[in-house]
């Protein structure tokens, strides 16, 4: 079992932890990640290492609260305990030899871009970023990003603060002024990341792309990762999670990602109605 050292509340649905696994941490690189479980009951649930402390021994992830997994993750406070922590999965993002890029981030995935924005500026490359949001109160890490930045641009869909439109129009906007970037990371949606690779894909600049899809073991043992890449079968798990954005299916992706959300849903009802009743026998107690 891993303790739960600090959490943070980024916005109304996602928050921060810090876990303490420091054989995970003396091993964590960008683009990694865990597959957790909450408690013993609990599903496998993939996040990516959003940053890690080696001498503290922590790992930080962020996550949002869109099922019932994360729902119950986020009822723990610091000192209570996840049943399992596992990792680091996947293969590291490829950043050496790298002297510009673009990163690019849409929504929760800013967290998964953040770790590989900070190890490209460690390494002494030029980053410039562009990171998008619904709107104002949902914009997460934008303090860190402008720390690693050359240039940083943030876009909101509704223009409630930033530069309204979606991240798109500014990729464009960048690589017409100059194509001289080594890699275009876009991690976010699977619909945003798709739209990034074709705005990049005219100006011939390479695009990295992280694909998380639903894991289970995390050893490409199961299949349920499973992605279309280059008209090959890949294991986002194993193969990944980072693959070259021109040559994956995004259709087949974004179709796959649909199949269980009535599952989620009904999970998702399951997990409040077992919230209330904890809350009705708390009230009870008191």
Not at 14 to 23: C, D, G, H, K, R
Not at 244 to 250: E, H, N, S, T, W
Request: proline content about 4%.
């Amino acid at each position: 079992m891993n303790r739960i050292v600090k959490k943070e509340i980024l916005n109304s649905t996602v928050t921060s932890m810090e876990i303490l696994a420091p054989a995970v941490a003396k091993k964590a690189r960008a683009g990694q990640f865990v597959i957790l479980r909450v408690d013993e009951m609990g599903e496998r649930i993939p996040l990516t290492v959003a940053g890690c402390d080696r001498e503290a021994g922590t790992v930080r992830i962020i996550f949002q609260i869109v099922g019932a997994s994360t729902m119950l993750l986020n009822t723990k406070v610091p000192g209570e305990f996840i049943e399992d922590f596992v990792g680091p999965l996947g293969k590291p993002t490829c950043t050496r030899g790298m002297r510009r890029v673009l990163v690019v981030g849409g929504g929760v995935g800013c967290a998964i871009a953040l770790p590989i924005a900070e190890e490209l500026y460690r390494q002494g490359c030029t980053v410039d970023t562009v990171v998008g949001f619904r709107r104002a109160e949902l914009v997460i890490l934008k303090k860190e990003f402008e720390t690693v930045s050359s240039s940083f641009t943030l876009m909101t869909d509704d223009g409630s603060t930033g530069r309204k439109g979606l991240v798109t129009e500014r990729v464009r906007e960048i690589l017409e002024e100059s194509k001289n970037y080594d890699c275009v990371f876009a991690i976010g949606p699977l619909v945003m990341m798709k739209f990034v690779v074709s705005t990049v894909k005219p100006f011939g600049v390479p695009v990295t792309v992280s694909m998380n899809p639903i894991m289970i073991d995390g050893t490409g043992m199961c299949g349920c990762c499973r992605l279309t890449v280059g008209g090959e079968l890949k294991f986002a798990c194993v193969d990944g999670p980072d693959f070259d954005g021109y040559l994956v299916d995004f259709d087949e992706a974004i179709s796959r990602s649909e199949q269980y959300l009535c599952e989620e849903a009904r999970a998702r009802e399951k997990e409040r109605a077992r919230e209330e009743t904890c809350n009705l026998l708390k009230m009870e107690v008191h």
